[in-house]
């Protein structure tokens, strides 16, 4: 079993920077960890997962924008997004693969001014 909790949501202006972090608890190796993200009225989209090795994705509306990155040893994964945008606003749920998924409660991520 593994749970997830989520931090670093909030309210931040058009080109901000907010830094989103997950920590897994449990013993289960994961391979994937990552993020996903639903806007209200969209379906879940992928925004960045990495594996185990260092190999990441990204979805195509955030390359070059957000990076994502992972302490392997505390079992965290971590979102820099930068040059944020309104419609990047969406709960953000962090995601875990073992490979079973698992996720987070969401963390509400809203780019306004």
């Known amino acids: 079993q593994v749970q997830l909790v989520e931090s670093g949501g909030g309210l931040v202006q058009p080109g901000g920077s907010l830094r989103l972090s997950c920590a897994a608890s449990?013993?289960?190796?994961?391979?994937?960890m990552g993020w996903y993200r639903q806007a209200p009225g969209k379906e879940r989209e992928l925004v960045a997962v990495i594996a185990s090795s260092g190999v990441t994705n990204y979805g195509e509306s955030v390359k070059g924008r957000f990076t994502i990155s992972r302490d392997n040893a505390k079992n965290t994964v971590y979102l820099q997004m930068n040059s944020l945008k309104p419609e990047d606003t969406a709960v953000y749920y962090c995601?875990?693969?073992?490979?079973?998924?698992?996720w987070g409660q969401g963390t509400q991520v809203t780019v306004s001014s």
């Open positions: 995601i875990a693969k073992t490979p079973a998924n698992y």
């Open positions: 449990g013993s289960i190796f994961i391979n994937h």
